[in-house]
């Protein structure tokens, strides 16, 4: 069926939003290859949250695009070259935007879920 | 490019060096895990997904995606071009043919019609014209303006700069031989109000612009390089113009014309005595203006009017009636346009006869194609990017149509120009230049869409599977839908073109058979320039026409000689109003007669029929009683069935007897003293359909002498000769130069030429439209047969199948031939009441064309669908030549 590329596109665009955040987040405390991304990511979740190599790339490219992060190649022990990707100063404001973004969605949720829980917070 | 194909290649590179290192790491990940080599490797790859989707997506936040999808588009049409030669090479050349020939028609257009001015800044330029009610533009041309009104409202004008100009010609007898020249006499702001430079010398002065100055000349630029060989020393020397002697002070821009030729020479008007100048009766002065700047048309049209209404207060007794208005100055280019619109109409059609080919071709393409874009499909391919590569293809394709098109075009203009039946108005303007290119590269664009169309519509993405599992024979009933439309579309196209070209034909034959009205053969027309000397006095004027009569009859070969100031074939021209009763209505409202005067040969030499009564003799002159001569359409007009022989008409036009110089009404009557048969003055086709075809005759005797200048410059000769025409022009030439051999002739024609002449434009459409139509047939014959071919093509196993089940040859052959016929007769019907209507636009446009007749219809159209039916014959021939064991086999 061709419909396989269509639904492959629906589930990258539901994560977009977070996955964009999560690699910024991340890559806050160190520079990362992809595949260390991807599973720090999923360790840093407790298991949760496996990301999509199939979003992973196309994310990072474009995040690198838009100059959020940067990437530089780095010979590794292992045996072939890495990409690795570090956080660049329009990256660092972008994740500040995009967490405080998350957070007034997440509370508004709450909000929503468990209305009981709003009047206490006020 | 090369270096972003580069760098593209580079990414990509590292791309997959990056995710080869994840499947690397992630591998190692699960070996460290326990899994075994293989497992490990099955695990990482699982987990990973699609690595080429991966790799797409990621190229896609790259950018200029579509760049690249383009160019991959334009690689694949260049390889399905290159394994097909022989679809490409028809395609190309039925699209170079219509774009080239469109391309040469919009050529045309857009030099005659569209380009403005070459002066700076055009359209700040306007023309001031006259207007008085019932003037009729279409006969007269727009009203002109008096010399002393123009001087008037130049003084007046606030917002405009202004500049007369005046048509003339006379004899320029010094420096060489003489020789009969066209002058403008202009106000010496022409060239400053036109905005351009003289090419040698100086402009004239408003102080050299009155009676008494000193007599100064400005050389046209063609004059001064033939004449003079493009000498500079030219500024100061004098050359001698209708007995004047002028000093040449400058040299006009090159190709400096403002409607007509460019003239010889230019003099100043103000420094001309004519009285038709000095008259605010007489109106021959176009007057040109520059808008100042910082001033609209609109404040011009104000201010001009106003100053018009003011002259007709001011002047009741010659401005009564007569109001001014500004209009933007537009190239003179006659009626060129109506002919230039229909012929870039009929290109058009033949363009898009060639399109609607070409996109069957595709079509059949495409649909032989099915299984191959359904299994790209399957594979992942959108429709947007299938529908784009079909359009990428047929773009392709429009534009390497187009650029060959263009090709022919620049190569096919100069001769096409020179075929052109008599003077193209403006036609050194007439240039391949960015206006072309644009429209033939936008034709080309359209064209590619309009047959990439239906092929990129045909691209499959429902029905996948099914188009799949069925295999390439059956058919899709929307795809013979289409298939049938083309045919149909082109069969009515073709229509068109027949029918109009046979609407020419049957026009052409027509006029053949009609009978002009006179004796054509041996018949020699011919203009002289009468002496200056014998011009400069009135009273020897007479005398000098006799003279030249006189001398042509002692040419050996020369019957008889005439004088006459209008030709028949529309040489000369003068409408004027009559009426049959003293009590004159309004002058607007007469009826108009085309009135002429002559010598009393006329009649002999032209061979027209005397019909009742007698035609002028030597007896009728100055102060004897006017008399004139009708033709029995006026007699018939003017009295109905009665008889016209001595009554009178009333011409208060006609500048007869008044012994005065001023133009005032004549209120004399002038008896009918003879009935002539009527001349097909108008050309052979057109006569019967012209607006003002009655004709009256007067001696040249009658008229005044105030008036005789002015009439000599508008005298022909008309010579009937015993020998071939031509022979004697040599020694007529010789003889008319007079005694002091300042005469000249010119503009020597036989009768013949001008009678073919006014049929030029009809021979020319029908040429023209003749070839549109052979190729329309050939384009719809070579489409129908096509299109039938693949359809039968599709039906092999049906007919297979039809003959296992004891069908004959004979009835599949009819089978395919009945589809065919239904197709064609549709098209006939469609293309039958499109003809009608464009039938009427031809009949509006193109003179004299007869109206569309049942017999165009029933000559051209079973020609048409025999031709078609032939084309379809091969196909269903070869449908009845089906093994059906064979062709069930193959299913």
Redesign the interface.
């Known amino acids: 069926m ?1 419909k ?2 269509e639904r ?2 629906n589930r ?1 665009e539901i994560l977009q939003g977070t996955l964009d955040m999560l690699i910024l987040q991340t890559l806050q405390w160190a520079p990362r ?4 991304l991807s ?1 720090a990511i999923r360790t840093n979740s407790g298991e949760i949250l496996k990301v ?4 992973l ?2 994310a990072l ?2 995040l690198e ?1 838009k100059g959020w992060i940067a990437s530089e ?1 780095k010979s590794s022990d ?6 690795v990707y570090r956080l660049t100063q329009g990256g660092r404001r972008q994740l500040m935007t995009e967490r405080s973004r998350w957070e007034r969605l997440t509370a508004a949720i709450a909000g929503i879920l468990d209305p009981a829980e709003k009047e206490n917070v006020r | 490019m090369k270096w972003a194909f580069w760098r593209r290649e580079q990414r990509n590179e ?2 997959q ?6 499947l ?3 591998e ?2 699960a070996k460290e895990s326990g899994l075994t080599e293989k497992q490990a490797r099955h695990a990482a790859r699982r ?4 690595v080429g ?2 790799e797409e ?2 190229r ?4 200029w995606r579509w760049l690249f999808d383009f160019l991959q588009d334009l690689c694949y049409a260049l390889r399905s071009f290159g394994q097909r030669p022989g679809f490409v090479a028809v395609a190309l050349l039925t699209l170079a043919l219509g774009i080239g020939a469109t391309t040469v028609m919009f050529s045309l257009v857009n030099g005659v019609l569209l380009k403005p001015l070459p002066y700076p800044d055009p359209n700040r330029l306007v023309a001031v014209n006259g207007h008085t009610d019932g003037w009729n533009t279409k006969v007269n041309g727009e009203q002109k303006l008096a010399y002393l009104d123009f001087l008037d409202c130049q003084r007046e004008s606030h917002s405009l700069d202004m500049a007369a100009l005046v048509y003339n010609s006379g004899t320029l007898s010094a420096p060489e031989l003489p020789q009969y020249v066209d002058y403008y006499e202009i106000s010496s702001e022409l060239f400053s109000v036109a905005h351009v430079p003289l090419a040698l010398g100086r402009a004239f002065s408003a102080e050299e612009d009155r009676i008494g100055a000193a007599p100064v000349a400005i050389l046209g630029y063609s004059f001064w390089q033939h004449r003079f060989d493009g000498r500079s020393d030219v500024l100061g020397s004098s050359i001698v113009l209708e007995q004047k002697q002028y000093t040449v002070v400058g040299v006009a821009p090159e190709g400096f014309r403002l409607s007509g030729d460019e003239p010889e020479v230019y003099t100043l008007v103000g420094q001309d005595p004519a009285g038709y100048l000095h008259n605010r009766a007489a109106q021959p002065v176009h007057v040109v203006g520059r808008l100042r700047p910082g001033t609209t048309v609109v404040q011009a049209q104000a201010e001009v009017a106003l100053a018009g209404s003011r002259l007709a207060q001011a002047y009741a007794d010659t401005n009564k009636g007569r109001s001014l208005q500004v209009r933007p100055l537009r190239p003179d280019v006659g009626d060129t346009g109506s002919t230039l619109w229909l012929l870039l109409g009929a290109v058009t059609l033949v363009l898009l006869i060639g399109c609607v080919n070409v996109a069957s071709l595709l079509l059949a393409r495409a649909v032989s194609r099915e299984r191959e874009l359904a299994m790209r ?2 594979l ?1 391919a ?1 429709q947007g990017r299938l529908v784009r590569q079909c359009l990428t293809e047929s773009g392709l394709l429009g534009l390497a149509g187009g650029l060959l098109g263009v090709m022919l075009a620049s190569v096919g203009l100069e001769p096409f120009l020179k075929f052109w039946p008599g003077e193209l108005p403006r036609a050194a303007e007439v240039q391949v230049d960015w206006r072309v290119l644009l429209f033939a590269v936008g034709v080309s664009v359209l064209s590619g869409l309009l047959f990439g169309l239906a092929p990129a519509w045909r691209a499959p ?1 429902r029905e ?1 599977e099914q188009i799949l599992r069925a295999g390439a024979r059956t058919m899709a009933g929307s795809s013979r839908r289409l298939h049938s439309a083309f045919v149909i579309s082109e069969i009515a196209l073709a229509i068109v073109l027949l029918i109009a070209a046979g609407m020419l034909g049957r026009t052409l034959l027509h006029a053949s058979t009609l009978d002009p009205g006179l004796d054509i053969r041996n018949l020699l027309v011919l203009r002289v320039g009468l002496s200056p000397t014998t011009l400069a006095d009135p009273a020897r004027i007479p005398a000098g026409w006799q003279d030249v009569i006189d001398r042509a009859r002692r040419v050996p070969g020369v019957e008889s000689v005439t004088a006459v100031d209008i030709v028949p074939m529309r040489e000369g021209n003068n409408q004027i109003g009559y009426s049959t009763s003293a009590d004159i209505p309004q002058k607007e409202k007469l009826p108009m007669v085309l009135a002429s005067s002559a010598t009393p040969d006329y009649l002999k030499v032209m061979s027209i029929p005397l019909l009742e009564g007698r035609f002028f003799d030597d007896h009728d002159r100055l102060g004897s009683e006017l008399v004139i001569i009708v033709d029995d359409v006026l007699a018939k007009s003017a009295f109905g069935g009665n008889e016209a022989l001595g009554k009178s008409l009333w011409i208060p036009d006609m500048p007869c007897v008044q012994l005065t110089d001023a133009f005032v009404d004549c209120s004399a009557p002038y008896k009918i003293i003879g009935v002539v048969g009527h001349v097909r003055y108008w050309g052979l086709a057109s006569d019967d359909q012209a607006q003002v075809r009655a004709q009256l005759y007067y001696p040249f005797a009658q008229v005044a002498p105030p008036f005789l200048r002015r009439w000599s410059q508008l005298m022909s000769i008309a010579v009937r000769t015993s020998v071939p025409p031509l022979s004697v022009v040599a020694p007529l030439r010789q003889e008319l130069r007079g005694a002091a051999s300042d005469q000249v002739l010119y503009q020597v024609r036989t009768m013949e030429q001008l009678a073919h002449n006014s049929l030029e434009l009809q021979r020319f459409l029908l040429l023209l439209f003749g070839i549109f139509a052979a190729l329309a047939l050939v384009l719809a014959c070579i489409g129908i047969y096509g299109v039938l071919a693949y359809l039968t093509g599709q039906r092999i196993p049906e007919v297979g199948l039809r003959m296992a089940l004891g069908a004959s040859p004979a009835e599949v052959m009819w089978l395919v031939l009945r589809q065919s016929l239904g197709l064609i007769l549709l098209g006939v019907g469609i293309g039958t009441a499109v003809a009608l209507a464009t039938g009427r636009v031809l009949e509006r446009l193109v003179e004299g064309m007869l109206p569309i007749s049942l017999s165009t219809f029933a000559i051209t159209i079973p020609f048409l669908v025999l031709a078609a039916m032939l084309a379809s014959l091969l196909p269903a021939r070869r449908a009845s030549q089906v093994d059906p064991m064979h062709a069930l086999r193959q299913e």
């Not at chain 1, 290859?33 to 260390?36: E, L, N, Q, V």
């Open positions: 061709p396989h590329k492959y596109q990258t290859h992809g595949y260390a599973k999509d190599t199939g979003s790339y196309p490219h474009r695009r190649w292992v045996g072939p070259r890495l990409r | 590292e791309l060096e990056e995710i080869q290192a994840h690397l790491l992630a190692r990940g987990e990973f997904g699609n989707v991966t997506v990621t896609d936040t790259w950018g499909v399957a992942g959108s993405v996948v």
